[in-house]
């Protein structure tokens, strides 16, 4: 079974910086499409930034878009979120999402919390 880890959450002041990382127990290039997803409490699961592995290329919602990056490492066989000038309305859980022929797998999520 596909199994995505997230990590690297943390508590930030706002103007501040945090990159999360997705890694995976398979390929990252096996997967179809890499996503990144955020829930704040009472609030819908979000997409924030997706990515095709093996295209290299990156998406973003309106919301993040020239603060957030996504990128992939071969190495570390991650895909990352750099995320820059981290707002309060970036509190939420982030979660990482894999699209393998039509299913999907789910990360535990990551805390952010953006203070004021």
């Known amino acids: 079974q596909v199994q995505l880890v997230e990590s690297g959450g943390g508590l930030v002041p706002a103007g501040g910086s945090l990159r999360l990382s997705c890694a995976a127990s398979?390929?990252?290039?096996?997967?179809?499409?890499i996503d990144w997803y955020r829930q704040a409490p009472g609030k819908q699961r979000e997409l924030v930034a997706s990515i095709t592995p093996t295209l290299s290329n990156g998406k973003y919602s309106d919301s993040v878009q020239g603060r957030f990056t996504i990128s992939r490492s071969i190495t570390r066989n991650t895909v990352d979120l750099q995320m820059n000038r981290l707002k309060p309305e970036d509190t939420a859980v982030y979660y990482c999402?894999?699209?393998?022929?039509?299913?999907?797998?789910w990360g535990q999520g990551t805390q952010v919390t953006v203070s004021s």
């Open positions: 398979r390929n990252i290039f096996t997967f179809n499409v």
């Open positions: 999402r894999g699209l393998v022929s039509g299913s999907e797998y």
